[in-house]
Nanobody
Framework: QVQLVESGGGLVQAGGSLRLSCAAS????????MGWFRQAPGKEREFVAA????????LEADSVKGRFTVSRDNAKNTVYLQMNNLKPEDTAVYYC???????????????WGQGTQVTVSS
């Protein structure tokens, strides 16, 4: 049974930082690209960042470029999202996902976590 468990969310002031983690089990982690998505209240889920199976390639949404960094540790079966200079518009539930391709499109991701709440106060 595949499990993706996010952690590290919370409440932070604008300009602050958080690091999200996503621990994976039940799959060959190093064979999967990993993505981060987010969903704000009343909005559709959107792409945030993704990292290739070996960490050599990353993608980031324009809205987070220069502020968020995605990385992974295959020895720990964990993917990270370092979020700096957070803004109130970053407030959302953040989800990690596993897929075969490093992609913006959520339809390419087969497995999803339950999400972790990030709230940025102004």
């Amino acid at each position: 049974q595949v499990q993706l468990v996010e952690s590290g969310g919370g409440l932070v002031q604008a300009g602050g930082s958080l690091r999200l983690s996503c621990a994976a089990s039940g799959l060959t982690f190093s064979s999967y690209a990993m993505g981060w998505f987010r969903q704000a209240p009343g909005k559709e889920r959107e792409f945030v960042a993704a990292v290739s199976w070996d960490g050599s390639s990353t993608l980031e949404a324009d809205s987070v470029k220069g502020r968020f960094t995605v990385s992974r540790d295959n020895a720990k079966n964990t993917v990270y999202l370092q979020m700096n200079n957070l803004k109130p518009e970053d407030t959302a539930v953040y989800y990690c996902a596993a897929g075969r391709f490093t992609d913006y499109d959520m339809r390419t991701y087969a497995y999803w976590g339950q999400g972790t709440q990030v709230t940025v106060s102004s």
